[in-house]
């Protein structure tokens, strides 16, 4: 019973952790999925690709939301890892 209130601290500073950097790997992946969607429509600019407003939108749409489902899936295997979720339960 006492190794279970001494782990109790350091699995809070773990979780703590882990989701500190969850959200740090977010963040970044939006910015960068920003960079690419500004990249995508200058491609299209400079190549005089005729773009309604539909067709805006759903590239917007498709591009920031595979890179960040992509980035929360894999962040999630990170955090479960980080935060000790994965550790072996005795």
């Known amino acids: 019973m006492n190794k279970s209130h001494a782990q109790q601290p350091n699995r ?6 882990a989701r ?4 740090r790997l977010l963040k970044f992946m939006f910015a960068a999925s920003l960079v690419v969607l500004v990249l995508a429509f200058g491609w299209f600019h400079h190549t005089n690709t005729p773009m309604p407003l539909p067709f805006i939108g759903a590239i917007a749409v ?3 939301g595979s890179l960040m489902l992509t980035a929360a899936l894999m962040g999630l295997v990170f ?3 980080a935060s000790g979720a994965d550790d072996e339960t005795e």
Request: proline share 0%.
């Open 20 to 23: 500190r950097r969850f959200v």
């Open 12 to 17: 809070a500073a773990r979780f703590a952790d």
């Open 79 to 81: 955090f479960s890892a």
């Open 62 to 64: 498709a591009v920031i």
